[in-house]
């Protein structure tokens, strides 16, 4: 009889429990095709990323390990593998075995599908030290479609343990088309990091707990005043202008403090876009309050004649830029700005965004040379 209450007191909690968490699996499984431990046991569906033709796990967050190819426009196909870490590039230990090792963050200009394994930027950086004598390892945690926000939490829970010595951050459109779009929220500072890697386990794997989480944010956030801007794809769509003002700066600044505790240098890298090269040196002489007034009015004015979308990267991406200035001081911050290298030559870039080989050159040469002198 005992032994019956017992199992009986314990249905009466575990069952609501599971029900909580099949009900809130759904929701976010509608809202954001994002699935915990529970959804997991019952289908092993490998969806595709958005950009391009991956096989993407996402309980995991990764991409499936494999030989992938990529076609570029010009109907040419590009072969890329992803080692077991589910990233691009070659295998790595988790364990260092350099005299310095280098993590590179970015979307997919970082990971780099326009260019064979050996020619994305953090390929070709590698090359450069050790073209140099330097022994430096150089990980490519490029992955397509990701933002800040993504970064901060693969910062926070895996690259910690691979005892980077500095990480290289290159992301400004995908945090823009992302991350300032949704809740808008303080970013307050990490002072229990083990803590900070509990929270962002269940948040990733129990849905009822990230459903409760979600609106603990909207909550939090409801005080903070802010306007909107409406995005070039979609009327429904609209970017916080909280985020250009503060939220894009606090993360930053969240994801600098916390790797100092580490004693891991961030390389904060101005991300450039090709458009008009004249218009945008125009822009870039502008200040951070010059460009906000500019933004909170880019759909009733014409800019310089072009279209919305185009006006759009230009200026939000500007902001970003901008904002990274302010670490320029910073005692664990590096910053580079490889934009006029870039704009030199509209061969850089595969699009208004990706770059194509030589353009990952350049970039390699900007972090490389402004890296060499802190071995």
Request: charged share 25%; no cysteine; net charge positive.
């Amino acid at each position: 009889m005992k032994l019956k209450k017992i199992i009986l007191n314990v249905s009466l909690v575990v069952f609501p429990l599971l029900v909580l968490e099949i009900l809130s699996s759904i929701v976010i499984y509608n809202k954001e095709k994002k699935v915990g431990i529970f959804f997991s046991l019952f289908s092993l569906e490998k969806t595709q990323q958005v950009n391009y033709k991956i096989n993407w796990d996402k309980l995991n967050n990764k991409i499936i390990p494999g030989k992938y190819r990529h076609k570029l426009s010009d109907g040419k196909f590009i072969e890329y593998t992803i080692n077991s870490k589910g990233f691009r590039g070659k295998e790595f230990k988790t364990k260092k075995n350099t005299d310095f090792r280098i993590v590179a963050f970015g979307g997919s200009t970082t990971m780099g599908l326009e260019s064979p394994d050996d020619f994305t930027y953090p390929a070709q950086l590698e090359k450069l030290f050790k073209k140099g004598n330097y022994n430096v390892e150089v990980l490519n945690f490029g992955l397509s479609s990701k933002s800040l926000n993504f970064i901060r939490e693969i910062l926070f829970t895996e690259t910690i343990k691979l005892n980077p010595d500095f990480i290289t951050i290159y992301s400004a459109r995908n945090p823009v088309m992302y991350d300032s779009v949704g809740t808008k929220i303080k970013i307050d500072e990490i002072k229990f990091p083990k803590l900070q890697r509990v929270n962002l386990f269940l948040i990733n794997n129990i849905m009822s707990y990230r459903l409760m989480f979600k609106v603990y944010r909207k909550i939090l956030s409801s005080n903070i005043d802010t306007n909107k801007i409406i995005s070039p794809y979609d009327e429904k769509i609209e970017h916080n202008i909280y985020y250009f003002t503060n939220q894009y700066f606090d993360t930053i600044k969240q994801i600098v403090n916390y790797s100092e505790k580490f004693k891991i240098k961030v390389v904060l890298i101005k991300q450039a876009t090709y458009f008009n090269p004249k218009i945008q040196a125009n822009i870039e002489k502008k200040s951070l309050e010059e460009l906000m007034t500019i933004l909170k009015t880019l759909r009733e004015k014409n800019f310089y004649g072009l279209n919305y979308e185009e006006s759009f990267w230009i200026i939000t991406i500007a902001i970003l830029n901008k904002n990274l200035e302010k670490f320029s001081t910073h005692q664990n911050v590096i910053l580079v700005d490889p934009i006029k290298n870039l704009l030199s030559n509209k061969n850089n870039f595969k699009d208004y965004l990706h770059l194509s080989t030589d353009g990952n050159k350049i970039l390699a040469e900007s972090i490389f040379n402004a890296l060499k002198n802190n071995m």
